[in-house]
């Protein structure tokens, strides 16, 4: 009787003891506003939207001490629009993120699933669509860099270092999962970053083969690592990027250099705005270059301001159009959880070459101006 109490104790210790060395979180981030757009196809609008500035999303993350300074670690998380319950990412049940990797304090981390690119980890925390003060709204027009992370590398294996005296790198690669088909539909990535102080900088390459059902691939591999998100169908998108901020007291301002091109341009998809803005694809090259130039400063603890400037310069088969847009910030937190929000963007193309203004996550104006003003809320968990 005592050797069984002794071995139900010794047990007991024993769970407890493994459970201390394990975790799992459940987070999340809901955010719901209403828009007004003074031109959506012709006609003004107010609208519900969810995300305006950060996705709603919820989702689980955790961690295993296997000793050593080595762990074992996932994340599943699922994005949501909060003004209908539906689900994100084309209908994904944890389409902004799912991966599982092993991480060394050392070392740093390896992980294998559904992830973020280069360009989304190094470069868009330097600019404000890549953060919590501007977010999806603020995005460079169609997201064409995938500051705002549009879309996800699906197949994908991920190293990320470990800080060795403030210097950051990493890289991704997309596999195709295709048989016959080694680089139709693959992706891969890589950049670094660099802390000192109150100064940040970052820089990444991205590179996409066959992302859509072009002339160059009719054969779409659907299985591949960009699929029913993409931003553009391309036969070949190569993105690049670099930026830099400084803080100094409450105030941090940054600029943010990207540039897109596109071989064998067919279409762009439903990770940009859903609309082409009337840009016509026809097979063709395109170029996208975005200047960004940004700043926020915190007014009190609770209150902020931010806003920032992106000049973007479009090459296309018969058209430049160059855009322009403006946007401004401010948010109040009631709480260590929740703010309250007020935002808005201005954005012209020029006239003349025939595109539509068009900010992203809404629909595309009937002319070459839009504005956007956004009240919202923000709740995380």
């Known amino acids: 009787m005592k050797k069984t109490l002794m071995v139900a104790a010794l047990s007991g210790v024993f769970a407890t003891a493994a459970h201390a060395q394990s975790s799992v979180t459940l987070y999340g981030l809901i955010d719901a506003g209403i828009t007004y757009t ?13 995300g ?6 919820w989702g689980l993350r955790g961690a295993e001490d296997l000793g050593g300074g080595l762990k074992a670690i996932f994340t599943l998380e699922n994005g949501f629009g909060i003004n209908d319950g539906t689900l994100k990412q084309g209908q994904r049940e944890f389409g902004r993120q799912a991966f599982v990797g092993l991480s060394s304090n050392q070392f740093g981390s390896v992980t294998l699933g559904r992830q973020y690119d280069s360009m989304v980890d190094y470069v868009g925390p330097l600019s404000l669509t890549g953060t919590q003060y501007g977010g999806t709204q603020f995005a460079h027009p169609f997201d064409n860099d995938n500051l705002n992370n549009s879309f ?18 990493g890289a991704l690669y997309g596999f195709s999962n295709q048989a016959d088909g080694f680089a139709n539909n693959r992706a891969y990535s890589a950049g670094a970053s660099y802390n000192y102080g109150g100064l940040n900088v ?12 072009t002339s160059a691939a009719a054969a779409f591999n659907s299985g591949g690592a960009v699929s029913s998100d993409n931003t553009f169908f391309a036969a070949r998108q190569q993105t690049w990027g670099a930026g830099a901020s400084y803080t100094f007291g409450p105030a941090t301002a940054g600029l943010v250099y990207s540039q897109t091109n596109l071989h064998g341009l067919a279409g762009i998809g439903a990770g940009a705005s859903g609309v082409s803005g009337g840009i016509a694809t026809n097979g063709d090259s395109a170029r996208f270059q975005n200047f960004e130039a940004n700043a926020r400063y915190a007014l009190t603890p609770a209150l902020s301001i931010a806003g920032s400037y992106t000049y973007t310069r479009g090459n296309l088969e018969g058209t430049s159009p160059h855009w322009n847009q403006f946007n401004l910030q401010t948010a109040y937190s009631l709480s260590k959880r929740t703010d309250v929000y007020l935002q808005g963007e201005y954005q012209q193309v020029n006239e003349g070459s025939g595109v539509n203004a068009d900010i992203n996550g809404l629909n595309a104006s009937g002319n070459n101006k839009q504005i956007a003003v956004t009240a919202g809320l923000r709740h995380r968990f």
């Open 38 to 50: 003074n031109n959506q196809g012709g006609h003004s609008n107010w609208q519900e939207t969810s």
């Open 52 to 57: 305006a500035v950060n996705g709603s999303r």
């Open 152 to 169: 996800r590398v699906n197949n994908s294996v991920k190293y990320q270092s470990a800080a060795y005296g403030g210097f950051k790198f």
């Open 202 to 213: 970052g820089a990444a390459y991205l590179q996409l083969n066959s992302n859509g059902a």
